[in-house]
């Protein structure tokens, strides 16, 4: 784990310039210490690559947001030199960002002919058809990102087409596992490609990134073919109609679901909008074999007996306008609960949604129907590795330094443990947060101060941040303020310093210089500050009161805190 000897001092003025020859820089966005919104940066020389780009759901439920997106201010400072964003699979908290971001940031997006697939229906529906470069990437194929060598390495998930990273750059060989199990008897039938995972570390990888989500977890993850046999049961035994409410991206899930229905003599009729375009996608690209007859269009439901009818429907995490959510409350446009329909809830709630799913469970018993619900009713198994899995791809990677990403504090906390019981020394394991700086050499691994993160709520139309707006140079300026505190944060070792990230006239860059007595004051007024994260806080708005009372000029206000 980094201790407070690996934090060092990141120097204010050279901030902004790349990392040092033979040095590479992890900055994660989103997606540490919480679940979803997962965005980082890999820093290497004058090139920086963004890895994945995704969303996250409310935790409860709020009025008038439907998603939040991680804040890409800081990305905006390094727009200039940005090459690449890279997916590793197509989920929601992966991908869901880009549509609302990728218009601005203005380069290539490379990831797996079902990732970039499932990316064009997004971006389609946000009118952005063919703004966009999108490299469909074979498994195996090298590209090349400014001087950087990207490899895409299949690995299993819920999703087909999801891949790790091998990243090979001046500074060593960084890889990143993407969301993954080591699934043996996958739906579709093609393994994890462990073969390349053992000779990327025969290699040598200098850094490892990876799948947190369910470290926490002793022993193996179930195979997707475990949920078969209660989803069988369900289709075969109900005596009226079959509901079965699953992630629009859980292709694997709706495979298995419309080839059990289909032997259980029951059409099927997909609701909600993600539902019907990702059918279409996997079905243009091969993964799903529908036959003929076998869907119902919404029309034709009136007429098929409740015994021969199976729904799949969106709305797992119960959100408030997704199909399950509106069925549940009695407001879909054209399904009507009755006592004899069975639901089946094929996911298990996202840490932070118990409570909105466990609504809308009551909500469903409340109404008569019955409710199978997740891995206790045997019809979910997870797409994330648990503990035996994640300690054996530790032990066939070997890397020289490992940060755990994607997940919640305890399940980082965990998968680091499980990084020490392999061999790993304290100082090879980083466990960080959004924000945080970590910088890689040979020699070492330290955590060089955080940078401003944050979050977007986006509302149910898809307002909040206009697709492309941030574009608007105006609006896209921003002002880095870097001070430098004591460990204990009483007091202010140097700055503030700040760089002006965009064009400014004279006047406005006088207010910024102005701006730097007013923060200083603000430190000195406060004295004693909880962590890096507080001092971030008091700078920003320091920095911002004094833009505000000054004229209509409203940059945003990033502020990076180092420790000496």
């Not at 201010?73 to 997916?87: H, K, N």
């Not at 069925?327 to 639901?343: M, S």
Request: charged share 20%.
């Amino acid at each position: 784990m980094a201790s407070s000897e690996q934090i060092d001092e990141l120097a204010a003025g050279d901030f902004l310039a790349p990392p040092t020859p033979g040095t590479l820089r992890f900055i994660p966005l989103g997606g540490l210490g919480e679940i979803g919104k997962n965005l980082a940066l890999l820093e290497v020389g004058p090139d920086v690559l963004v890895i994945d780009a995704g969303l996250a759901f409310p935790e409860e439920e709020t009025p008038g947001v439907d998603v939040v997106l991680p804040d890409i201010s800081f990305l905006r400072t390094r727009r200039d030199r940005l090459r690449a964003v890279l997916l590793t699979h197509g989920h929601e908290d992966h991908i869901g960002a880009l549509p609302f971001y990728l218009k601005e940031l203005g380069v290539p997006v490379y990831g797996t002919r079902m990732t970039i697939g499932l990316l064009r229906n997004k971006l389609e529906r946000r009118g952005f058809a063919g703004q966009a470069t999108l490299r469909d990437t074979a498994l195996g194929e090298p590209f090349q990102a400014g001087d950087l060598t990207v490899e895409l390495f299949h690995m299993t998930h819920s999703v087909p087409g999801s891949c790790g990273l091998a990243i090979h750059t001046p500074a060593g060989l960084v890889v990143h596992t993407g969301d993954f199990k080591l699934d043996q008897t996958p739906v579709g039938g093609v393994v994890p490609d462990l073969g390349r995972l053992a000779q990327l570390g025969a290699e040598g990888v200098r850094l490892l990134l990876s799948d947190s989500t369910n470290a926490t977890v002793a022993g193996l993850t179930p195979s997707e073919l475990t949920v078969r046999p209660a989803l069988q049961a369900a289709l075969e035994d109900a005596p009226g109609r079959v509901l079965v409410v699953t992630f629009a991206s859980n292709l694997a899930r709706m495979r298995q679901t419309l080839e059990l229905a289909e032997a259980a003599g029951r059409r099927c009729c997909l609701v909600g909008r993600s539902m019907l375009r990702n059918t279409d996608t996997a079905r243009e690209l091969g993964y799903l074999n529908v036959k003929p007859g076998l869907l119902a269009a919404p029309r034709e439901l009136a007429g098929i007996p409740g015994r021969e009818l199976c729904l799949l429907a969106t709305g797992s995490q119960g959100e408030p306008l997704a199909a399950l959510s509106r069925i549940a409350a009695g407001t879909h446009p054209f399904i009507r609960l009755r006592d004899d329909d069975t639901v089946v809830l094929a996911a298990n709630p996202i840490p932070g949604n118990e409570s909105t799913v466990g609504r809308i469970v009551n909500q469903l018993v409340e109404r008569g129907v019955r409710v199978l619900a997740g891995s206790a009713s045997g019809v979910h198994a997870s797409g994330h590795a648990a503990g035996e899995e994640l300690r054996f791809l530790l032990e066939v990677v070997r890397p020289q330094y490992f940060i755990p990403v994607h997940g919640e504090p305890r399940h980082l906390a965990a998968h680091a443990q499980l990084a020490a019981e392999v061999g790993l020394g304290a100082e090879a394991i980083a466990i960080i947060e959004n924000g945080d700086v970590a910088e890689i050499s040979a020699a070492e691994m330290r955590v060089r101060g955080s940078v401003s993160v944050g979050a977007v709520p986006i509302d149910a139309e898809g307002k909040g941040l206009a697709p492309g707006a941030a574009a608007n140079p105006a609006q896209s300026r921003a002002v880095v303020v870097s001070v430098t505190m004591d460990r204990g944060l009483g007091k202010l070792m140097a700055g503030p310093e700040t760089v002006l990230v965009g064009e400014a006239n004279q006047a406005e860059r006088r207010l910024i210089d102005e701006g730097r007595e007013k923060v200083r004051q603000a430190i000195r007024r406060r004295r004693n500050f909880h962590d890096p994260g507080d001092v971030r806080r008091a700078v920003a708005a320091a920095m911002e009161a004094h833009l505000a009372a000054s004229g209509p000029w409203r940059p945003r206000v990033l502020a990076v805190v180092s420790l000496v």
